[in-house]
C-alpha cells in the first residue's frame, strides 16, 4: 500500500518540480540573460533537480530514504536562494515573480505535507523580507541593523503592508495546501484500503464461485453468458472462453434444447424454478440427467439483471438410487427369507432325524435303500444350506477389537486341516513379515472370512491338490497390513468373477453358492477392500486390505522390518 502510494505521488510530484525548474529556467536564463550573482546558486539548484530526479524515479523500493530525503530539502532550499535572487534583481517589492515561492510552498506539500509546507512558508517569507529591506536599505543609504529599528519604523505603509500581504499570502497558501495534502493523503489511504478489500472480496466470491462443486452459470437479461465456472465445463463440455458472452439459445440449442429453453423462460417470465430435472447431452453422445435451479439475479428497483442457473450431474445420485432401492429390497427378501429358512429348517431337522431312525431301524435293499440314502444326504445338505443362510442374515453388528491375526490364521489352518474339503494332497503355507501382526476387526467374523476362503481354495484344488499360500505384507501405509490367499489351482475365468460374490451363484456340483457371499458380506460389514486376482489356469489370489494401528505392535511397531516368519502345515 505504501509502495503504491508513494508511486501517486511521485505522478505529481516530479513534474510539478520539473515544471518549476523549467519556470526558473526561463526567467533566469531567458529573461534576465543568466546574470553572474545567480551562476552559482542556479547551478547548484539545477544539479540538485537532476540528482533528486534520479533518485525518485529509480529508488523505488526506498532503499536510500534518507539521502532521498536529503536531497529533496537541498533543492527546496537551493530553489529559494534563486527565487531570492530573482526577486532581488527584478525590482524587490515590485518584482512580479514573487509568486515563485508558491509555486515552491504548493510543491513541498506533496513531500512534508502541512508542518513541511508552513517551515517552507516561514523560510520564504524571512527571505521575502530580508531581500526587500535589503533592497530598500540599500537605496535608502540607511543603516542596516536588526539592532536598529528606527529604519523599520519609517518604513511607508505601502512597503509595509505589501510585505505583511505576501507574508500572509505564504502562509495562507502553506495551510491550504498542506491541509489538502494531508486530507488527500488521508482519503488515498482509506480509498487504498477500500480497494484492496473490494480486489480482496472480488478474489475470494470469484474463486468461490469458480471452484463449486456444482455448476453456475450467469446469464444477463438478453441471454448473453457472463460467467461460466469449471464444475460447468465439466459437466456441459464447453470451455468458459468458448461461450462467454455468446447467447445462451444458441450455444445449447444442438446438444441441449432443453436447458436453453429452461433458461429463456427464467428470462422471459423472471419466476425462479426450485428445482427440476432435464437430461443433457454430453459431446460423447452420452444422455446424463441434471438438476437444475434458477435464481432471478435482481439489480436496483428490484428490476431483473438476469438469471443464476446452478446444476449438478445427478448420474450418481441415479445409481446411488437404484443401489439403495435394491438394498431396501434385498433387505426385506432377506428378512422374510430367514424367517421361512427358520420356519422349514425345524421341520427340517425332525425330518431329517426321523429318517435316519428309519434308515437305522428298516432293512431295506435295493432301490428303496438308495432311496433312503438320498433322502439322508439330502437333507443334510438343506440342512448345510439353511444353516449357512441363515449365518449370511446374521452378518450385521460387528464387535471391533484388537485381532492378532497371526494367531487367526493358525487357528483357521487348524480348522483347515481337519474339514472334509481338505486333501492330503493340498500343502498349505502361511509367510508373516511379523510373528504378531494386530488388526481391527471382530475375531470370529475374521475368522470365519478366513475359513471361508480357504474351502473355496481347497475345494478349486479338489483332489488333485495343490499349493495354498497365506502372505501377510504391510501395507502402503502404517495404518494398513494387506493379506493374500493364492492357490495355484484352474482360477476363474472374468466372466465368472463378475458374478462370485452374488448369494447363490456357484459353479460347483455341490456348493451352495454362499461362501464367497458370506466372505463378501463380511468385508462389507468390518469395512474392508478386498479384490480378486484370477486367470484360467494361473491360479486364483485373494487380497485384503486390514486396518491396524503402529501402536499396537510389539515394542511400537520396531519389528516391522524383521524377515519373514513361516508356519507350515
Given at each position: 500500500?505504501?509502495?503504491?502510494?508513494?508511486?501517486?505521488?511521485?505522478a505529481w510530484?516530479?513534474?510539478?518540480?520539473?515544471a518549476?525548474?523549467?519556470?526558473?529556467?526561463?526567467?533566469?536564463?531567458?529573461?534576465?540573460?543568466?546574470?553572474?550573482?545567480?551562476?552559482?546558486?542556479?547551478?547548484?539548484?539545477?544539479?540538485?533537480?537532476?540528482?533528486?530526479?534520479?533518485?525518485?524515479?529509480f529508488?523505488?523500493?526506498?532503499r536510500y530514504?534518507?539521502?532521498t530525503?536529503?536531497?529533496v530539502?537541498?533543492?527546496?532550499?537551493?530553489?529559494?536562494?534563486?527565487?531570492?535572487?530573482i526577486?532581488?534583481a527584478?525590482?524587490?517589492?515590485?518584482?512580479?515573480?514573487?509568486?515563485?515561492?508558491l509555486l515552491?510552498?504548493?510543491?513541498?506539500?506533496?513531500?512534508?505535507?502541512?508542518?513541511?509546507t508552513?517551515?517552507?512558508?516561514?523560510?520564504s517569507s524571512?527571505?521575502?523580507?530580508?531581500?526587500?529591506?535589503l533592497?530598500?536599505?540599500?537605496?535608502?543609504?540607511?543603516?542596516?541593523?536588526?539592532a536598529?529599528?528606527?529604519?523599520?519604523?519609517?518604513?511607508p505603509?505601502?512597503?509595509?503592508?505589501?510585505?505583511?500581504?505576501?507574508?500572509?499570502?505564504?502562509?495562507l497558501?502553506?495551510?491550504?495546501?498542506?491541509?489538502l495534502?494531508?486530507r488527500l493523503?488521508?482519503?488515498?489511504?482509506?480509498?487504498?484500503?477500500?480497494?484492496?478489500?473490494?480486489?480482496?472480496?472480488?478474489?475470494?466470491?470469484?474463486?468461490?464461485?469458480?471452484?463449486?462443486?456444482?455448476?453456475?452459470l450467469?446469464?444477463?437479461?438478453?441471454?448473453?453468458?457472463?460467467f461460466?465456472?469449471?464444475t460447468?465445463?465439466?459437466?456441459l463440455?464447453?470451455?468458459?472462453?468458448?461461450?462467454k458472452?455468446?447467447?445462451?439459445?444458441?450455444?445449447?440449442?444442438?446438444?441441449?434444447?432443453n436447458?436453453?429453453?429452461?433458461?429463456?423462460d427464467?428470462?422471459?417470465?423472471?419466476?425462479?424454478?426450485?428445482?427440476?430435472?432435464?437430461?443433457?447431452?454430453?459431446?460423447?453422445?452420452?444422455k446424463?440427467?441434471?438438476g437444475?435451479?434458477?435464481s432471478?439475479l435482481?439489480?436496483?428497483?428490484?428490476?431483473?439483471?438476469?438469471?443464476?442457473?446452478?446444476?449438478?450431474?445427478?448420474?450418481?445420485?441415479?445409481?446411488?438410487?437404484?443401489?439403495m432401492?435394491?438394498?431396501?429390497?434385498?433387505?426385506?427378501?432377506?428378512?422374510?427369507?430367514a424367517?421361512?429358512?427358520?420356519?422349514?429348517?425345524?421341520?427340517l431337522?425332525?425330518?431329517?432325524g426321523?429318517?435316519?431312525?428309519?434308515?437305522?431301524?428298516?432293512q431295506?435293499?435295493g432301490?428303496n435303500?438308495?432311496?433312503?440314502?438320498?433322502?439322508?444326504?439330502?437333507?443334510?445338505?438343506l440342512?448345510?444350506?439353511?444353516?449357512?443362510?441363515?449365518?449370511?442374515?446374521?452378518?450385521?453388528?460387528?464387535?471391533y477389537v484388537?485381532?492378532?491375526?497371526?494367531?487367526?490364521?493358525?487357528d483357521?489352518?487348524?480348522?483347515?486341516?481337519?474339514?472334509?474339503?481338505?486333501h492330503?494332497t493340498?500343502?498349505?503355507?502361511f509367510e508373516?513379515?511379523?510373528?504378531?501382526?494386530?488388526?481391527?476387526?471382530?475375531?470370529?467374523l475374521?475368522?470365519?472370512?478366513?475359513?471361508?476362503?480357504?474351502?473355496n481354495?481347497?475345494?478349486?484344488?479338489?483332489?488333485?491338490?495343490?499349493?495354498?499360500?497365506?502372505?501377510?505384507?504391510?501395507g502402503?501405509?502404517?495404518e494398513h497390513?494387506?493379506?493374500?490367499?493364492?492357490?495355484?489351482?484352474p482360477?476363474?475365468?472374468?466372466?465368472?468373477?463378475k458374478?462370485?460374490?452374488?448369494?447363490?451363484?456357484?459353479?460347483?456340483k455341490?456348493?451352495?453358492?454362499?461362501?464367497?457371499?458370506?466372505?463378501?458380506?463380511?468385508?462389507?460389514s468390518?469395512?474392508?477392500?478386498?479384490r480378486?486376482?484370477?486367470?484360467?489356469?494361473?491360479?486364483?489370489?485373494?487380497?485384503?486390505?486390514?486396518?491396524t494401528?503402529?501402536?499396537?505392535?510389539?515394542?511400537?511397531?520396531?519389528?516391522?522390518q524383521?524377515?519373514p516368519?513361516?508356519?507350515?502345515?
Amino acid at each position: 500500500m505504501e509502495h503504491t502510494q508513494r508511486k501517486e505521488q511521485l505522478a505529481w510530484f516530479i513534474p510539478l518540480r520539473l515544471a518549476t525548474f523549467v519556470i526558473l529556467f526561463a526567467v533566469v536564463v531567458l529573461w534576465m540573460g543568466n546574470p553572474k550573482f545567480l551562476h552559482l546558486p542556479f547551478f547548484s539548484y539545477a544539479v540538485f533537480t537532476l540528482v533528486f530526479t534520479l533518485f525518485l524515479a529509480f529508488d523505488k523500493k526506498q532503499r536510500y530514504k534518507q539521502i532521498t530525503q536529503l536531497i529533496v530539502a537541498l533543492h527546496f532550499i537551493f530553489e529559494l536562494i534563486t527565487e531570492t535572487g530573482i526577486i532581488y534583481a527584478t525590482g524587490q517589492i515590485n518584482s512580479p515573480f514573487s509568486a515563485l515561492y508558491l509555486l515552491t510552498i504548493v510543491s513541498s506539500a506533496m513531500t512534508y505535507r502541512l508542518f513541511g509546507t508552513l517551515v517552507l512558508a516561514t523560510l520564504s517569507s524571512a527571505v521575502y523580507a530580508a531581500t526587500i529591506w535589503l533592497g530598500i536599505s540599500q537605496a535608502g543609504s540607511a543603516d542596516f541593523s536588526i539592532a536598529s529599528l528606527q529604519f523599520i519604523l519609517k518604513l511607508p505603509d505601502r512597503i509595509f503592508y505589501s510585505v505583511f500581504l505576501h507574508i500572509l499570502m505564504f502562509y495562507l497558501t502553506a495551510f491550504m495546501s498542506g491541509y489538502l495534502a494531508e486530507r488527500l493523503r488521508k482519503q488515498g489511504l482509506q480509498l487504498a484500503d477500500t480497494s484492496q478489500a473490494l480486489r480482496r472480496a472480488k478474489l475470494e466470491t470469484d474463486d468461490i464461485l469458480l471452484h463449486l462443486n456444482s455448476g453456475l452459470l450467469t446469464i444477463d437479461a438478453e441471454g448473453h453468458i457472463v460467467f461460466f465456472n469449471r464444475t460447468a465445463e465439466r459437466i456441459l463440455g464447453y470451455r468458459e472462453e468458448e461461450v462467454k458472452g455468446r447467447l445462451c439459445e444458441k450455444v445449447f440449442a444442438d446438444r441441449m434444447p432443453n436447458l436453453a429453453t429452461c433458461l429463456m423462460d427464467g428470462i422471459r417470465s423472471r419466476e425462479a424454478h426450485i428445482r427440476r430435472e432435464i437430461e443433457i447431452t454430453t459431446p460423447t453422445g452420452a444422455k446424463i440427467p441434471i438438476g437444475l435451479s434458477i435464481s432471478i439475479l435482481t439489480g436496483e428497483n428490484y428490476s431483473a439483471r438476469g438469471v443464476i442457473p446452478i446444476f449438478s450431474d445427478l448420474t450418481e445420485a441415479k445409481i446411488l438410487e437404484v443401489k439403495m432401492r435394491t438394498a431396501d429390497r434385498l433387505a426385506a427378501i432377506g428378512e422374510l427369507s430367514a424367517a421361512i429358512a427358520h420356519e422349514i429348517r425345524n421341520p427340517l431337522t425332525a425330518i431329517s432325524g426321523s429318517v435316519e431312525v428309519l434308515n437305522k431301524d428298516l432293512q431295506l435293499t435295493g432301490e428303496n435303500q438308495r432311496l433312503m440314502e438320498l433322502i439322508v444326504k439330502e437333507s443334510h445338505r438343506l440342512s448345510k444350506i439353511l444353516s449357512e443362510f441363515l449365518h449370511y442374515t446374521k452378518i450385521d453388528r460387528p464387535v471391533y477389537v484388537n485381532v492378532d491375526l497371526c494367531h487367526a490364521i493358525s487357528d483357521t489352518l487348524q480348522i483347515l486341516y481337519h474339514h472334509e474339503s481338505f486333501h492330503p494332497t493340498v500343502r498349505v503355507t502361511f509367510e508373516s513379515f511379523n510373528p504378531v501382526v494386530y488388526v481391527v476387526g471382530d475375531e470370529d467374523l475374521v475368522k470365519q472370512l478366513l475359513l471361508n476362503l480357504a474351502v473355496n481354495a481347497c475345494e478349486a484344488l479338489g483332489e488333485k491338490g495343490g499349493e495354498i499360500r497365506f502372505i501377510l505384507t504391510p501395507g502402503s501405509d502404517e495404518e494398513h497390513v494387506t493379506l493374500m490367499i493364492e492357490d495355484n489351482g484352474p482360477g476363474i475365468p472374468e466372466q465368472v468373477q463378475k458374478k462370485i460374490f452374488q448369494p447363490f451363484y456357484s459353479t460347483k456340483k455341490l456348493g451352495t453358492g454362499l461362501g464367497l457371499a458370506i466372505v463378501h458380506r463380511i468385508c462389507t460389514s468390518l469395512k474392508l477392500n478386498i479384490r480378486v486376482i484370477s486367470s484360467p489356469g494361473a491360479g486364483t489370489m485373494f487380497e485384503i486390505h486390514f486396518r491396524t494401528f503402529a501402536q499396537d505392535y510389539p515394542d511400537g511397531g520396531a519389528q516391522q522390518q524383521d524377515f519373514p516368519h513361516s508356519v507350515h502345515i
